[in-house]
């Protein structure tokens, strides 16, 4: 069974960082691409980031870029986000979901990112 | 970017009765790359239909997608308690991948 694993999520103050990670059960994490997207509270869904299998292929929503960065380590089956320059609106559930020929199929539940002062 | 417009916001539905979705893209959607997502309160998107008319493994076959280019529909052909919820459409052909607003599928 697919299974994804977020954690890392925290209260951070405006201009701090944080990082997210995420570890997947249940398949060949190496021969998947792997994306974040998040939901603000009570909001709908906005994608944020993009990795390739190899890793060599990233991609980023014009909202986080220059702020996020995202990696993988494929020998600990894990996804990261790191996130500086936070700001209010990056307050959200940061879901990590994996993607198929671009097509984004299981999710994992999320980890929750507020920031606050 | 390609905007996703889902129509309308809010749907109130008897269960048994049939729900009509709507998700207009601002610009052809390449290769009908067009999925149908289902999210209840707390829980994760789960996905329905890729492909514009694919349904997933394990999706009801009271579930339905159909359209192409710029025009797509989510049909449930009668609705039982448990598909209350809320819906999204993705365009997944361009990037950045795009997602409507959401339509809320809510009992009458």
């Known amino acids: 069974e697919v299974q994804l694993v977020e954690s890392g999520g925290d209260l951070v103050q405006p201009g701090g960082s944080l990082r997210l990670s995420c570890v997947a059960y249940g398949f060949t994490f190496s021969r998947y691409s792997m994306n974040w997207v998040r939901q603000a509270p009570g909001k709908g869904l906005e994608w944020v980031s993009y990795?390739?299998?190899?890793?060599?292929?990233?991609d980023y929503a014009d909202s986080v870029k220059g702020r996020f960065t995202v990696s993988r380590d494929s020998a600990k089956n894990s996804l990261y986000l790191q996130m500086n320059s936070l700001r209010a609106e990056d307050t959200a559930l940061y879901y990590c979901?994996?993607?198929?020929?671009?097509?984004?199929?299981?999710w994992g539940q999320g980890s929750l990112v507020t920031v606050s002062s | 970017e390609v905007v996703l417009t889902q129509s309308p916001g809010t749907l109130s539905l008897s269960p048994g009765e049939r729900a009509t979705l709507s998700c207009r893209a601002s610009q052809s959607v390449n290769g009908i790359s067009l999925a149908w997502y289902q999210q209840k309160p707390g829980q994760a998107p789960r996905l329905l239909i890729s492909?514009?008319?694919s349904r997933a493994t394990g999706i009801p076959d009271r579930f339905s997608g159909s359209g192409s280019g710029t025009d797509f529909t989510l049909t449930i052909s009668g609705l039982e308690p448990e598909d209350f919820a809320v819906y999204y459409c993705l365009q997944y052909g361009t990037s950045p991948r795009t997602f409507g607003q959401g339509t809320k599928v809510e009992i009458k």
């Open positions: 492909g514009a008319s």
């Open positions: 990795i390739s299998s190899s890793g060599t292929s990233i």
């Open positions: 979901v994996r993607s198929v020929r671009a097509l984004l199929d299981y």
